[in-house]
């Protein structure tokens, strides 16, 4: 029980509160760990980004018109 429970304050200590983000979602705003590789993700999860990719495509096709 107490290696497991260090291992796990380990994790903690070296993600730090700077890989906490905000879901970048409007309709979400979840908070939630970055661990991708560069740090760059915005979303909670991928399902989070769809919205807003959708919005943008219906945005542009309006805006062709
Ligand atoms: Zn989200």
Do not use: E, I
């Not at 290696?3 to 200590?13: D, Y």
């Not at 979400?28 to 915005?42: I, L």
């Amino acid at each position: 029980m107490v290696p497991l429970a260090q291992s796990a304050g380990a994790l903690l200590c070296r993600g730090g509160p700077a890989l906490v983000k905000r879901c970048a979602s409007p309709t979400c705003h979840t908070f939630f760990y970055d661990t991708s590789k560069n740090h760059n993700g915005r979303w909670r999860s991928k399902a989070c980004g769809n919205p807003l990719r959708v919005a943008a495509h219906f945005r542009r096709k309006r805006a062709s018109h």
